[in-house]
């Protein structure tokens, strides 16, 4: 473990989070807020740890991939805790760990919240609760590396750790120009959606605010009643065409402006991904249909956004879905564990590797059929490693017990089966809202201490899919001679 | 610069790993675990599939490439991906082509093929070993403006008369005519000035006009001895192109080779050189053979650590220069420290020869000694260039670059602080850890100094 590496880094991702913080303080600014101060105190308090680990001088300037794995795990965990301290001084949340549950939440692209009246928040913490989403969908290293050329190769090792998705490949050879990219569209597609939504209606600093929550498929809203304040139908499609775009791959993006106009259908996650909405929609819309609302209209309407705001780990409300049949709760629930798409914001397992499990699956079966036959599990026209198959049931398996140990941990509250066990999934997926008291209306502040530090901790674990968190938590990650 | 590699071996990665700074390089091999390694330490991008294959070239960007290399282990593959590479648009081709059947008809392939380069790590080896020959005792040679500059290493021992001496008395007791450029002591490398006082057991470098460096050698003890008998220890590739060189300059070749059907095939080829059938390793053979006697002794079979051993032992009995062949290059400085007199390395030469290539825009000859630690790179001045007609000591170089010679037409300057660098010049730079690809580069103000 190269630790003057480590934490020189850290140093630098710090700095990252103290400039971050610069537009919310404009905006308290702005707003002619008295609380403007918490901000110059964040940035003070920042500055001061980070411009001393950044001085580290490196002896060693090798970086191998415990190093990145390192840095990725402990500078999230580090990034909340400072990231809280805005809440925590202006008195919005007063509790610590409250603050810390809510910056994690919004870092991790969650939206779960303690908070049970948001409207009353300054405008400037409201900002930087949002903001906090834009910064953690696209990645903090990712942004790093695209402010910082000077970590160069060895950015590869981070961007790996924290990029959602098996292999997460370049787009160019340079790490530096690859996150440049993914960051110029992400500017585009965020400035589009607020341009639209300021058409549709919507004040400016709400448009802020609820594009943040949709581009990072975060799920943060200024207000008590998420997108449902609205009632808008035009403000909800808005909404739902940009969450679906967030929670596919940037990189097919990429290849759409390099002239390769049909890369999302020949791209075989992006038909499943859309498959699977497209299924769930059809499912809920019918079962919805007679029980609830009472036009076809009304429950397409309904049902659509609430299944793209789930799949793609968003989490905004525009209805109580809690009064849903069973049936639909149920196909809800099971979207929480799938996902957006790999190199995408959003959250939870991803598509591809749901459709690497069908496929190896479906090998298996064969195998027993034709026990001498050799199968190679093909993703279009191409086969894919072996390795990378057995890294994806590794991370089912993975994925599974922290779910059952989260589950462990918060029933202890002894709340109901609905609240205990969707609070893990809806973190650990970065979704937010549950069902029961965590549900669509509901929200996070009634559970114990004890559970709302671990679902913030499973919120990070969920966030950098598993590996980090886990290996730090290793005893022999941390030795110097491990054999 | 957008460069294409086929081939992530020893010379691919090597190859990437000095051009990722400055050039966008993607990777193609069909090697899984090559391509992980070149990925996880390097910034390129790597594509795994055939560089034969369109489709892998045209993912890979080929259009807008600037430069395809191909470095297969498999001539014929090389050849393959270089056509396919041109007719799909890439601007230029290096194919490495390594078997003697095609290298005598090069010229031909490479017109019909529209090859831009191509490389024959095995000859190069050959030419560089023959070419050290002329200088026996002195390590490593390299030669710069045609062959009118060299620069060479000399190990410093006791009995020299160099060691404990400053730089600025250099000149008074023994030839003002040549420059020390590198001095290596243990892990540093020193980029000196006249203060610094070369100490017993360091490395120097020195630098100047052949025949200068040839009567310095001769001063300081290490005086060069004409060679008349070299045993080769191995029939590969490289031992033929070798024993024609050597053969051409009168010298005496014997030839060790393990296998008799081998030994038959180099007697039939190599008339004039005595081949043994015999294991190279095998001190009694090497004694009945007298080594004692020989004044070069040349290991190179495929295997590495065979060379260092046989070399060693060839050293012990008596060989008074000692060569070792060694493809991977982390043994090179170890070998070095062992005792033996020169490495040579086929890939590091044929990646020198393609760097040189890729920064041939602006460089002449580029040479990296020390692990690439340090650059000598030759210059030529064009009109437009920035430090012409100033006075050398009104430049500003940054530290650890210094300008060690300046050919004008048929004069060769150890320059000074009041010599002036005029067009159409060829300049020899010497620097450390610095990446230079441009003359301006080294008046940029401090740029790069980190």
């Known amino acids: 473990m190269n630790l003057r590496l480590v934490f020189k880094s850290i140093g630098l991702l710090l700095i990252c989070e103290a400039i971050a913080l610069i537009p919310s303080l404009i905006v308290s600014l702005i707003y002619k807020e008295q609380n403007a101060l918490v901000f110059f105190d964040t940035i003070g308090i920042l500055l001061s740890f980070a411009v001393p680990l950044c001085m580290i001088s490196i002896k060693n300037k090798n970086m191998y991939a415990r190093d990145g794995y390192a ?29 810390f549950f809510e910056t994690s939440s919004g870092f991790t692209t969650t939206g779960a919240s303690i908070l049970t009246n948001i409207e009353v928040l300054p405008r400037g913490i409201l900002f930087w609760r949002s903001f906090t989403h834009w910064i953690g969908g696209m990645g903090v290293i990712v942004l790093t590396l695209a402010i910082l050329p000077s970590l160069g190769a060895r950015g590869i090792q981070m961007m790996k750790a924290e990029s959602p998705g098996l292999n997460p490949g370049k787009l160019v050879p340079k790490v530096g ?24 209606g919507m004040p400016l600093f709400d448009a802020f605010i609820h594009t943040f929550g949709t581009v990072g498929t975060g799920g943060f809203s200024s207000m ?12 909800e499609i808005i909404i739902t065409v940009f969450m679906f775009l967030s929670g596919a791959n940037f990189a097919l993006y990429y290849y759409m402006i390099k002239g390769n106009l049909r890369a999302p259908f020949k791209d075989s996650e992006f038909k499943f991904y859309f498959g699977i909405i497209a299924v769930s929609v059809l499912l809920i819309t019918l079962d919805i249909n007679a029980n609830i609302f009472n036009n076809i209209w009304e429950s397409l309407r309904y049902s659509s956004f609430q299944v793209v705001s789930i799949v793609t780990t968003t989490g905004y409300v525009s209805t109580d879905f809690e009064k849903w049949s069973m049936f639909s709760k149920i196909i809800i629930f099971i979207l929480m564990f799938i996902g957006g798409c790999a190199g995408s914001t959003g959250g939870a397992m991803k598509n591809i590797r749901i459709l690497l499990l069908f496929k190896i699956m479906k090998r298996e079966l064969l195998q027993i059929i034709h026990p001498r036959a050799v199968y190679s599990v093909r993703l279009g026209k191409k086969a894919v490693d072996e390795r990378t198959l057995s890294e994806v049931l590794g991370f089912f398996f993975m994925y599974i017990i922290v779910f059952i140990a989260g589950v462990l941990i918060i029933s202890l509250d002894n709340m109901d089966w609905g609240t205990t066990i969707s609070s893990v999934a809806a973190t650990l997926g970065n979704i937010g ?30 966030r950098l899919e598993i590996y980090p968190i886990l290996l730090i938590s290793l005893p022999s990650f941390w030795k110097r001679v491990s054999i | 610069m957008r460069i294409i590699i086929i081939g992530a071996g020893k010379v691919g990665y090597f190859l990437a790993e000095n051009l990722c700074k400055q050039n966008h390089v993607t990777i193609i091999d069909r090697n899984m675990n090559a391509l992980r390694k070149a990925e996880e330490n390097l910034d390129v991008l790597c594509i795994k599939g055939s560089g034969v294959s369109t489709s892998v070239l045209l993912e890979a960007g080929i259009k807008q490439a ?46 019909e093929l529209d090859l831009d380069m191509v490389v024959n790590p095995e000859q190069a080896a050959a030419d560089e070993i023959a070419r050290s020959m002329n200088f026996s005792t002195a390590m490593n040679v390299e030669s710069f403006a045609k062959g009118r500059v060299r620069l060479v290493e000399i190990k410093i021992t006791k009995d020299m008369a160099l060691a404990g001496m400053k730089l600025n008395d250099i000149p008074s007791r023994f030839s003002s005519q040549i420059l020390i450029g590198v001095i290596v002591r243990g892990e540093d490398i020193i980029i000196p000035d006249g203060e610094k006082v070369i100490e017993e057991d360091d490395s120097i470098y020195v630098i100047g006009k052949s025949s200068n460096i040839y009567s310095f050698c001769k001063l300081v003890g290490k005086s060069p001895v004409k060679l008349k008998n070299v045993m080769i220890m191995g029939g590969g590739r490289i031992a033929i192109y070798l024993a024609n060189l050597l053969m051409e300059m009168d010298i005496k070749v014997k030839i060790l080779e393990i296998d008799k059907e081998k030994c038959i095939e180099l007697s039939e080829m190599l008339p004039e050189s005595l081949i043994i059938n015999g294991d190279g390793s095998d001190e009694e053979l090497l004694q009945s053979e007298n080594i004692s006697n020989m004044d070069a002794f040349i290991a190179m079979t495929g295997i590495d650590e065979e060379n260092i051993m046989s070399a060693l032992i060839a050293k012990q009995n008596g060989a008074k220069k000692v060569i070792a062949k060694i493809s991977r290059l982390n043994y090179v400085n170890v070998a070095q420290n062992l005792g033996i007199d020169s490495v040579i390395s086929p890939k590091l030469i044929t ?100």
């Open chain 1, 224 to 235: 008590n009643a998420s997108v449902g304040a609205y009632n808008s139908v035009i403000i």
């Open chain 1, 71 to 99: 840095i990725v795990a402990l500078g999230w965990i580090f990034m909340s805790l400072f990231g809280a301290l805005p809440f925590y001084f202006s008195g919005a949340i007063p509790s610590f760990i409250d603050a």
């Open chain 1, 177 to 200: 120009e690859t996150a440049k990219i993914l960051y110029g569209i992400y500017i585009v597609i965020t400035i589009v959606e607020i341009f639209l939504l300021r058409l549709a």
């Open chain 1, 433 to 462: 809202p549950g069902f029961g008291i965590v549900g669509a209306v509901g929200n996070y502040s009634s559970l114990s201490d004890i559970s709302k530090v671990a679902l913030s901790l499973i919120m990070i674990v969920g």
């Open chain 2, 351 to 450: 990646s020198n020869q393609i760097l040189t290539y890729v920064s041939r825009n602006n460089v002449e000859t580029l040479h990296r000694i020390i692990e690439g630690k340090a650059e000598i790179i030759e210059f030529i001045v064009e009109r437009n260039s920035k430090i012409i007609n100033t006075k050398l000591k009104n430049l500003k170089l940054p530290k650890d670059v210094i300008i060690a010679t300046i050919v004008r037409k048929s004069e060769i300057v150890i320059p000074h602080g009041d010599d002036t660098i005029k067009e159409g010049d060829r300049v020899i730079i010497i620097a450390k850890n610095k990446n230079i690809t441009e003359l301006n580069d080294i008046i940029s103000n401090n740029r790069g100094k980190a």
């Open chain 2, 66 to 111: 600037n430069l395809l290399i191909a470095v297969t282990s498999t001539d014929e593959v090389n050849m393959v991906c270089c056509l396919t590479g041109k007719k799909l648009g890439a601007a230029q081709t290096i194919a490495r082509i390594r078997d003697p059947e095609y290298a005598q008809d090069l010229s031909l392939l490479k017109e």
